[in-house]
């Protein structure tokens, strides 16, 4: 998926030996870079072929480095391309100027070739990665908006074949419930050993939701709609969703749009289950201090079926075996949960809802045990 894409630098400075050297030494290292001696001549190459990192001096006649600097980080079209400010070391007011106008780093006269080999090749690597996401997004965007389409006139057909039974509500509400089984199907297809963890999850939610004292149509409503919760991994490849090991961080930014991708496939549905499983599908991971994804919503901010949805999803994945860790036993799980282990904290659970949890972790036992497989 990831396309080589070739990397170019280019090079500013007044001083025709300092071009030289740095174009010596990058090109010892396979590097592509263009030179321009001043500032007017840079803002004009970069114009016309905007390069993936710039060594900018700072002292050049005409523009100096601070103004060609802020012209490029005013511009949304060349603002992303980092800047590396060519300083000396002692010039504290110059960093310190240059940080505030946008540049990424300094690199000190006289040039350090490791130095100068670090800085471009995480520049360029932060570079190429921000170019892999925004490809990544867009190609996702325009995949979940065809499956979408797809989803809705599947739904749209199966409303016409049930227009005569539309007087009964319960026919209306048995094609939904059927549409449903099919979405979780679909959720449960790339990863079998999930499935009861699925059928599970609409069990702990309307205990959870019914001991809470809240309506019937929700505890109903979050039986059926929490087991979508995940819909959105079927756009994550398999080989991040069946690693065995730990995610990099990459690795793990994909991941987390899962969350948003089943947002998109369950929304603007006219059916009250599918509207719920979109919030939950979209905020399930969401956190009470504000430290979750995708929105870093906050408290109530987070809808009450996705806080809820939370901590039945950590429980029963924490007592499952997953492709990356074993299965853990119920006292240890709720020692996680009621204490923290430093990815889980009490604080990233809507403090009610943890009470509750506190005084019935027992139920959640029981039912974990019920529907094991
Ligand atoms: P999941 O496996 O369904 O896990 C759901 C949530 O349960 C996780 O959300 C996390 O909050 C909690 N959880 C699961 N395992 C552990 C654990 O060992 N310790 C603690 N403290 N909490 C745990 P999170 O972190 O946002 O991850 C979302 C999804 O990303 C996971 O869903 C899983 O599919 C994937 N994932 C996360 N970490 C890894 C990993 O290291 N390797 C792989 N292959 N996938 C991972
Ligand atoms: C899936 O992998 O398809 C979803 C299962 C889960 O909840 O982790
Ligand atoms: C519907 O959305 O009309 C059917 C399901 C429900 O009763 O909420
Ligand atoms: C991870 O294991 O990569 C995720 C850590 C987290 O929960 O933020
Ligand atoms: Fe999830
Ligand atoms: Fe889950």
Same mark, same amino acid.
């Given at each position: 998926?990831?396309?080589?894409?070739?990397?170019?630098?280019?090079?500013?400075? @007044?001083? +025709? =030996?300092?071009?030289?050297?740095?174009?010596?030494?990058?090109?010892?290292?396979?590097?592509?870079?263009?030179? /321009? =001696?001043?500032?007017?001549?840079?803002?004009?190459?970069?114009?016309? %072929?905007?390069?993936?990192?710039?060594?900018?001096?700072?002292?050049?006649? #005409?523009?100096?480095?601070?103004?060609?600097?802020?012209?490029?980080?005013?511009? $949304?079209?060349?603002?992303?391309? $980092?800047?590396?400010?060519?300083?000396?070391?002692?010039?504290?007011? %110059?960093?310190?100027?240059?940080?505030?106008?946008?540049?990424?780093? !300094?690199?000190?006269?006289?040039?350090?070739?490791?130095?100068?080999?670090?800085?471009?090749?995480?520049?360029?690597?932060?570079?190429?990665?921000?170019?892999?996401?925004?490809?990544?997004?867009?190609?996702?965007?325009?995949?979940?908006?065809?499956?979408?389409?797809?989803?809705?006139?599947?739904?749209?057909?199966?409303?016409?074949?049930?227009?005569?039974?539309?007087?009964? =509500?319960? &026919?209306?509400?048995? %094609?939904?419930? @059927?549409?449903?089984?099919?979405?979780?199907?679909?959720?449960?297809?790339?990863?079998?050993?999930?499935?009861?963890?699925?059928?599970?999850?609409?069990?702990?939610?309307?205990?959870?939701?019914?001991?809470?004292?809240?309506?019937?149509?929700?505890?109903?409503?979050?039986?059926? /709609? %929490?087991?979508?919760?995940?819909?959105?991994?079927?756009?994550? +490849?398999?080989?991040?969703?069946?690693?065995?090991?730990?995610?990099?961080?990459?690795?793990?930014?994909?991941?987390?749009?899962?969350?948003? /991708? #089943?947002?998109?496939?369950?929304?603007?549905?006219?059916?009250?289950?599918?509207?719920?499983?979109?919030?939950?599908?979209?905020?399930?991971?969401?956190?009470?201090?504000?430290?979750?994804? +995708?929105?870093?919503?906050?408290?109530?901010?987070?809808?009450?079926?996705?806080?809820?949805?939370?901590?039945?999803?950590?429980? @029963?994945?924490?007592?499952?075996?997953?492709?990356?860790?074993?299965?853990?036993?119920?006292?240890?799980?709720?020692?996680?949960?009621?204490?923290?282990?430093?990815?889980?904290? +009490?604080?990233?659970? @809507? $403090?009610?809802?943890?009470?509750?949890?506190?005084?019935? &972790?027992?139920?959640?036992?029981?039912? !974990?045990?019920?529907?094991?497989?």
């Amino acid at each position: 998926m990831r396309e080589e894409k070739i990397q170019k630098i280019l090079i500013v400075d @007044d001083e +025709p =030996k300092n071009l030289k050297l740095l174009g010596v030494f990058l090109k010892s290292y396979g590097h592509v870079y263009e030179t /321009a =001696k001043d500032g007017f001549e840079a803002l004009e190459k970069i114009k016309e %072929s905007p390069p993936d990192l710039i060594f900018l001096d700072i002292m050049m006649p #005409g523009i100096d480095g601070f103004e060609v600097c802020e012209k490029l980080k005013k511009n $949304p079209e060349t603002s992303p391309i $980092p800047i590396v400010l060519l300083t000396s070391l002692a010039d504290k007011e %110059s960093r310190n100027r240059g940080l505030q106008l946008g540049a990424s780093d !300094f690199l000190s006269k006289p040039f350090d070739k490791t130095e100068l080999m670090v800085k471009a090749k995480n520049l360029l690597r932060i570079r190429e990665y921000e170019g892999f996401l925004k490809e990544h997004n867009k190609l996702l965007s325009e995949e979940v908006a065809k499956r979408t389409s797809d989803l809705r006139s599947a739904l749209r057909g199966r409303e016409e074949a049930y227009q005569q039974l539309r007087e009964s =509500k319960d &026919h209306l509400k048995e %094609s939904y419930i @059927d549409c449903i089984r099919r979405l979780t199907f679909v959720s449960e297809y790339k990863d079998q050993e999930t499935a009861s963890h699925i059928g599970r999850i609409g069990y702990y939610c309307s205990f959870i939701t019914k001991e809470l004292g809240m309506s019937v149509e929700v505890s109903e409503g979050i039986l059926y /709609a %929490s087991p979508m919760h995940d819909i959105g991994k079927v756009s994550i +490849p398999s080989e991040i969703l069946l690693k065995t090991g730990k995610l990099t961080f990459e690795e793990f930014a994909l991941m987390k749009t899962h969350t948003t /991708a #089943g947002g998109e496939i369950l929304k603007d549905s006219v059916s009250s289950f599918l509207q719920m499983a979109e919030k939950i599908a979209l905020s399930h991971h969401e956190r009470w201090d504000g430290k979750g994804y +995708p929105k870093g919503l906050k408290g109530e901010e987070i809808p009450i079926e996705a806080r809820i949805m939370n901590i039945a999803d950590q429980y @029963d994945a924490l007592r499952s075996s997953r492709p990356y860790k074993p299965a853990f036993d119920h006292a240890k799980v709720c020692k996680i949960i009621l204490e923290g282990d430093g990815r889980t904290m +009490p604080q990233h659970f @809507d $403090p009610r809802i943890l009470e509750f949890f506190r005084a019935n &972790h027992e139920k959640l036992e029981q039912i !974990f045990e019920k529907y094991k497989d």
